[in-house]
């Protein structure tokens, strides 16, 4: 039997064209194929070969089908080799694997995680299991090299090894020479006249260099931090009255033997302008004087990029408060290059109104729709209004569920007079273990933790508990608290608590002050931004006898006996304009607080005031202020109740000084708190270097004064005890965290000090 053999090798893209244009000179007759057999198969399952080949058996055989076959089983990407011998009406399609990746490993890869790299390696196909493919590996080392130079690290080396083991399996091994970082040794500023060198490089995040460089790494190169460093640069010219100032060129130069970078901007300053006069041209709604009243640039002061871009931007504003949601607003410089005058005009043109047809919400996979929108003021189907927007952001991140919280507005096609808000919120967890320690001589270390979720099951609910494991202060506190109590916005409160406290160990004694309680509060919204509260609760307050027990204890417990039932009554207002409820950077918090005692043992009042104000002094420092008053008053020829007593000292009052023991003593030295507070509280919160405007992570210096007086005691300001220190805030995946140092600047004989200590889940 005359036998025809046609064979195809292909090792290569460029070896298969070959083939097509080779097949001529092998070309067989069509034929039916009377079977199909596969040889070389090890792991690959023959179905799968069978499953790619253009034919079956009993189909007619040709020379196009046979490339087709090969083109297919090399697409596969599973084969080195494909063969196809035609063997009579018999098909014999030969095959050789590659071999399979049997692992990967990385050896001198100390800049980044192995998992992480291995990880990336998976996701584009190279890793145990798979097959191996040369050019993916090539793509890898490339990539490997290219993240190096990312990180400085231009002598980095990557040498890939492939060694063969048994049952056609490869181990890769990625061999890295990292060596050292290339770091910057110079950066330079030429042209400028108006301002000298070091103010300019003072502007940059990139440096030579300096003390907390290994942490920030601002002395390696970054394209990106560059870019950044130069619109400062830009912005720092412009704001300063040079209207032509460019930027000629920028070179980056690396020396021969990678470790050392130069720097060199070259810039054209131009010449300083003054500006002249600023005149409104446009529709303006009938409005003009209340957008005069909204322009910062100032005629007869330098020209100031900042004051054009403020003013634009609150000429845009105040067109959308009007449903215009797509002003135009353009300042035209006119330039008198003989007197470096520049006169403004600004251009309005409102455009079309516009209305809400939508608000969409994005990134909340675990809160519930209905506990944003019921935050937003921007109604869908109303007109747009960027002051409603704007106060429903505000509102949505004051919530405290959220990290980011960005609203977009989009047009909607079809419909110039929609638009569509796209509210993205970024989760952070809600669920957190709070944790607080101090040191000091008389506790060594005292712990307390708390569990709670603000965030209960995406409901906007707030669950908690709160345990002080304290050997002389113990605290068991539960909360619940539903926001929306009704749907006008009502809020609910229950509280459950037990205190219990001892005298410290060096005091002696072992009598004990208990108070159990119950009590439930309403909120009810009077404005967007006012809650008047008001409730009521039963406490019970008992105080056990022991040895050395303060005389003022006694003294109490004697007249009116050693068990006190109480039932306040609470009344408070609230108002809170501040940006966000954890980092806030601008607006004003206020808090009154008022308690009677109207029934049982103890009758008293009880008062408490709360002023915080956060002034943003640029883009990254903050300027914070908190002040306290409380004051107290007992009623039908009774005393303030000692329970009732304010305390002062640690974290959240005066830092440096030991928790709480502030204020007046008994005769055993004991601290008793009193019935009238003062607290004063100062911070400068600047984000941590090389952290860029991240409010996650910040740094603080503080001032701390206040104290706390006794019934008779009048407030006199050389009382007041004051510290300063620094501080790092962190908002951390348990809850923020604040690390104070300070340092006691004004103290007494006495003072129990306490300079370190650290909370999570507390502000100032």
Do not use: C
Not at 560 to 586: E, M, V
């Amino acid at each position: 039997m005359k036998k025809h053999i046609k064979r195809f090798r292909v090792r290569s893209i460029s070896a298969l064209v070959a083939i097509a244009f080779a097949a001529n000179a092998w070309a067989v007759d069509p034929f039916t194929v009377r079977d199909i057999r596969i040889e070389g198969l090890q792991r690959v399952e023959p179905g799968t070969v069978f499953a790619s080949l253009p034919f079956r058996i009993g189909d007619e055989y040709s020379d196009e089908k046979g490339s087709a076959a090969i083109r297919a089983l090399f697409g596969l990407g599973l084969f080195k080799d494909v063969r196809v011998e035609v063997n009579g009406d018999v098909l014999v399609v030969i095959v050789e694997e590659r071999p399979t990746v049997a692992g990967v490993d990385f050896v001198g890869a100390r800049e980044f995680d192995k998992d992480a790299l291995k990880k990336a390696l998976r996701e584009i196909g190279l890793t145990e299991g798979r097959p191996y493919d040369q050019s993916l590996a090539d793509r890898a080392e490339q990539e490997l090299k290219r993240q190096y130079i990312n990180k400085s690290l231009y002598g980095a080396e990557v040498v890939t090894t492939v060694t063969p083991i048994e049952r056609n399996r490869v181990n890769l091994t990625f061999t890295v020479t990292e060596g050292e970082p290339a770091k910057i040794k110079e950066i330079r500023v030429v042209g400028n006249k108006a301002f000298p060198e070091s103010t300019l490089k003072g502007l940059f995040d990139l440096d030579t260099g300096g003390f907390l460089s290994w942490y920030t790494k601002s002395d390696r190169y970054s394209r990106a931090k560059l870019n950044a460093d130069l619109e400062a640069l830009r912005s720092y010219y412009l704001s300063r009255g040079f209207l032509e100032f460019r930027i000629d060129s920028t070179q980056v130069a690396i020396s021969p033997n990678k470790q050392d970078i130069t720097i060199t901007v070259n810039v054209t300053e131009g010449e300083r302008y003054v500006v002249s006069g600023v005149k409104l041209e446009g529709n303006y709604l009938g409005k003009e004087e209340e957008f005069k009243s909204l322009v910062t640039i100032r005629p007869g002061e330098p020209y100031n990029a900042d004051q054009v871009a403020q003013t634009t931007k609150a000429f845009g504003d105040y067109f959308g408060k009007f449903g215009y949601a797509f002003a135009n607003v353009e300042a035209r410089p006119e330039i008198d290059r003989t007197t470096n005058r520049v006169e403004f005009t600004l251009l309005a043109e409102p455009s079309r109104r516009a209305y809400v047809r939508r608000v969409n919400i994005a990134g909340n996979n675990r809160t519930r729709d209905e506990v944003i929108r019921r935050e937003f003021r921007q109604f869908e189907s109303s007109w747009y209004d960027a002051d409603k927007i704007k106060l429903s952001r505000d509102r949505v991140d004051r919530l405290g569920f959220f990290k980011e919280v960005n609203v977009e507005t989009s047009e909607v096609p079809g419909a110039p007079d929609q638009v569509d808000l796209n509210l993205t919120v970024v989760e952070k967890p809600t669920g957190s273990l709070q944790l607080g320690a101090g040191f000091s001589s008389a506790e060594k270390l005292a712990l307390s933790f708390s569990l709670r979720q603000e965030n209960a099951f995406g409901s906007g609910h707030y669950l908690g508990i709160e345990v002080n494991t304290s050997k002389y202060n113990r605290t068991i506190v539960f909360n619940s608290m539903d926001p929306y109590f009704t749907a006008d916005g009502i809020s609910r409160t229950i509280d459950l608590y037990h205190r219990s406290s001892r005298p410290y160990e060096d005091m002696g004694g072992n009598y004990q002050l208990v108070t159990t309680g119950a009590g439930l509060r309403f909120g009810v919204p009077f404005s967007e931004l006012d809650t008047v509260f008001f409730g009521g609760s039963f406490e019970r307050t008992q105080i056990k006898p022991g040895t050395n027990i303060p005389a003022y204890y006694l003294q109490y417990a004697e007249r009116f006996g050693y068990t006190s039932s109480a039932i306040p009554l609470t009344i408070g207002w609230a108002r809170d304009s501040r940006d966000s409820a954890i980092a806030p950077t601008t607006g004003r918090y206020q808090r009154v607080a008022g308690e009677l005692g109207v029934a049982g043992d103890a009758r008293y009042a009880r008062g408490n005031y709360q002023y915080q104000q956060f002034l943003p002094l640029n883009n990254k420092f903050t300027l914070a202020f908190n002040g306290e008053i409380g004051w107290g008053k007992g009623f039908g020829g009774r005393p303030f109740p000692v329970f009732k007593h304010f305390y002062s000292g640690g974290l959240g009052s005066v830092r440096g000084f030991d928790q709480g023991t502030l204020g007046p003593r008994d005769v055993t030295g004991a601290s008793i708190g009193g019935p009238k507070k003062v607290t004063l509280n100062a911070e400068v919160i600047t984000p941590f270097p090389g952290a860029g405007n991240d409010r996650s992570l910040r740094l603080f210096g503080f001032v701390d004064v206040g104290n706390v007086f006794g019934e008779n005691e009048k407030f006199r300001p050389s009382d007041l005890r004051a510290s300063a220190g620094l501080g790092l805030s962190w908002i951390s995946p348990i809850g923020p965290l604040r690390l104070a140092a300070a340092y006691p600047v004004r103290k007494f004989a006495g003072d129990r000090i306490q300079k370190l200590q650290f909370q999570i889940g507390t502000s100032f």
